[in-house]
Every structure is written in C-alpha cells, then in structure tokens.
C-alpha cells in the first residue's frame, strides 16, 4: 500500500498525559499537512512542512501541540498535558507541489483521540 | 480571509437521479477549489479540483464540478447517482493569491443515495 498511513489509528489516554501521533505520507510527496476533525466539521488546519521545514504553525491550536518532520519523510504530532477537548481525530495528508500548482492532497485514515 | 459554505447538511437523492451538492466560497484573489469524499471509516479522497481554465471540472467516479464565478460557487455534480455514492462530502477552497498553502474546508454534506 503506497497511500498515507497514520498510526496509531486509536487513541485512548486521561488527561494530563502526552500523546504523539506518528504519518507517513506517500514517499515522493514533498507536503505534509496535519489537520484536526471533530464531529459534524471538515478537517481543521494545523500545520504544514515542505520538506523538513514546518512552513506554518500559527494555527496549531496551542502551545501544548507541536509537530515535526524530522528528516522530510515522517512526521510526528504531539499533545502534551492532554485536556478532554482534545480528543477528535486527527488527520494527516501528503501532497505533491510542483510549480505552484498541484497540491491535491491525499489523507491518510486519522488517528482518533480519546481523553479521558 | 477565504472561506467557504456548504449550504446543507444532508442532500437526499434517489439511485439513478441526477444529484447536486452545493458549495460557494469566499477569497481575496483567484480560488483554487477542491471536492473531497470520506466514505465510512475511511481517510478523505480527492475527486477533483479547479483552478483555471473550462468552468466544467470532471473527477473521479462520475463526478463533475460546475466552478461560477459570478456565483461564487463551485457545485458538485453528477447526471445519475448510486447507492454506493453515499458519503460525505467537502467542499475546499485556497487563495491562489498571497502564497498561502492552507485551504479551508466546509462542514460537509452527506450525501444519502436511496435504492
């Protein structure tokens, strides 16, 4: 399977602790995006990298949310001190920029959050 | 600021039936529009996309996108729907001016085709 996948695809922790969610986007895609789902929503933007670089990271939705792409290929999100309101699904995509066009993306299956 | 409405929650449409879902969007400069589909326990699919050129976007199983201008609107058709099209459906735009690569998506729309 070459699409983007997403692990773990369940989550289940109490609030206060950390959790990381690990994409890994189609390998010849040079972006990834993280995106946040709740119910009833379309996906909800939080962060994207060209490459390794982390292009936009205004939107992540606060200070305890961070993310990485450590060498261009995978990319990990972490919640630190989890709250309940947390807890949603959270997507990953990958897309293929070139020339400015393009930038289709293509979503791998979620990781879906539960705080307890 | 770019945003973009998906007017109904819920399109109702019989197998066979021609069926519309409505998107209208809002940007600063030129869109770069989107449709996306999430079956049931499934990640997000791209059906199709415009951003210049024929107003008439054709996509992915069937599908087909009307981009108006004057409207602001960038519907999503397809002339005879099946049972296995029900899912749910977003709408995405992204400003093609000003460099940024973030689109928005609306709240979408399911689609429920009835044999």
């Known amino acids: 399977d070459t699409g983007v996948s997403q692990d773990p695809r369940h989550k289940i922790t109490k609030r206060g602790q950390n959790v990381t969610f690990r994409c890994d986007p189609i390998s010849e895609h040079n972006r990834l995006y993280w995106y946040r789902q709740t119910l009833g929503q379309g996906p909800e933007f939080l962060t994207y990298f060209q490459n390794e670089a982390q292009l936009e990271k205004s939107r992540l939705l606060s200070d305890r949310f961070s993310a990485e792409r450590p060498k261009g290929s995978f990319s990990t999100l972490e919640i630190q001190r989890t709250e309940q309101g947390d807890s949603a699904m959270y997507l990953c995509?990958?897309?293929?920029?070139?020339?400015?066009?393009?930038?289709?993306?293509?979503f791998g299956p979620g990781t879906r959050l539960t705080v307890t | 600021a770019q945003s973009v409405a998906q007017p109904e929650d819920q399109v109702n449409v019989a197998e066979g039936n021609p069926l519309t879902v409505k998107c209208t969007y809002s940007v600063s400069g030129n869109p770069y529009l989107f449709w996306y589909v999430q079956y049931p326990n499934r990640g997000l699919q791209f059906l199709l996309k415009y951003i210049t050129g024929d107003n008439l976007v054709k996509g992915s199983y069937g599908f087909e996108a009307e981009f108006n201008k004057s409207q602001t609107s960038f519907h999503l058709k397809k002339p005879s729907a099946l049972v296995s099209d029900s899912a749910l459906y977003f709408c995405a735009v992204r400003d093609l001016s000003g460099g940024s690569y973030i689109p928005t998506f609306g709240r979408g729309t399911s689609l429920i085709v009835h044999p």
């Open positions: 995509a990958s897309s293929l920029l070139a020339g400015g066009v393009g930038d289709e993306q293509y």
